[in-house]
């Protein structure tokens, strides 16, 4: 017999069969089924992007990593009570994290340990410069999150809202936004500042008040004059789920609000 088919005859165990082939086949098809399945579990499991890098769902520990790696954070302490995480304390850099010409804190808040909401927080500015700065928000929010639950406020009603504010009751006027991921609620809060109150006494109590009292005087002449208001303003970052539960909060407080105005007018 010719060398050549001795060889094939003797190599035909080194080939597969058809059958053998078509097993093959079949189990890398499934391995290729289970895959895309898996990667689409993942994909629609997946805990969407709430701000910058942090996302919902993630440890107190990662987003503690992820926060101090931010240029505005000086450093943040997982504060925990009876060895169960509690909160994170979260020190900001001088200049915090800027939006125009506001400067807003980090805070974080936590469900089962898993990061749910994330909120930004301006310091209080004069009432005069709100609404102009609550407009550019406006614009920016809208392009990026340009589901519009509510319209955006004109200024009369800006100024009203202001207005329902004493010095021991906040008011309170809010906007939400959304996208495919997450809503973002926008909100300004507004307060009614008065002069400090001299009680007399030591002479120590006369110093303590002569410095609030200056303090006021300086903050009075550029919000206006005595009795000021000031707007504070906050973004609330959440997850669409997370939204769903805030909602009734929300729609339960504004009604409130209303109440209370309605009582006034």
């Known amino acids: 017999m010719n060398a050549f088919w001795l060889a094939l005859l003797h190599s035909r165990s080194r080939f597969p069969s058809i059958k053998s082939l078509f097993v093959g086949a079949k189990i890398m098809f499934r391995v290729f089924i289970t895959f895309c399945a898996l990667a689409l579990s993942q994909s629609a499991n997946a805990e969407p992007v709430l701000w910058r890098s942090l996302a919902a769902g993630q440890s107190p520990d990662d987003v503690k990593m ?3 790696a931010m240029p505005e954070v000086k450093r943040v302490k997982n504060v925990k009570k009876k060895g169960v995480f509690s909160k994170q304390d979260i020190n900001m850099n001088d200049g915090k994290v800027p939006i125009f010409e506001g400067h807003f804190a980090i805070e974080t808040a936590f469900k089962d340990e898993r990061l749910s909401r994330v909120v ?8 005069d410069d709100g609404y102009p700065f609550a407009e550019k928000m ?3 929010l809208a392009r990026k999150y340009p589901i519009l639950e ?9 100024t009203l809202r202001a207005l329902e504010s004493s010095e021991s009751r906040m008011s309170f006027i809010s906007r939400v936004y959304n996208n495919d991921e997450i ?5 300004t809060s507004f307060v009614q500042v008065n002069p400090p109150v001299y009680y007399g006494g030591s002479a120590l109590a006369r110093s303590i008040y002569n410095i609030a009292r200056t303090s006021y005087d300086a903050s009075a002449r550029a919000c206006g004059g005595a009795f000021y208001r000031t707007a504070q303003f906050s973004l609330s970052y959440v997850s669409h789920s997370d939204w769903n539960e805030l909602k009734d909060a929300f729609e339960r407080e504004d009604a409130e609000e209303r109440e209370a105005a309605a009582e006034n007018i």
């Not at 809503?183 to 909100?187: G, H, L, P, S, T």
């Open 120 to 127: 930004l927080t301006s310091g209080a500015g004069c009432l």
């Open 138 to 140: 406006h614009e920016e």
């Open 66 to 68: 992820q926060l101090e």
């Open 150 to 158: 509510l319209p955006f406020p004109s200024a009369s009603e800006f």
């Open 183 to 187: 809503y973002v609620i926008f909100r």
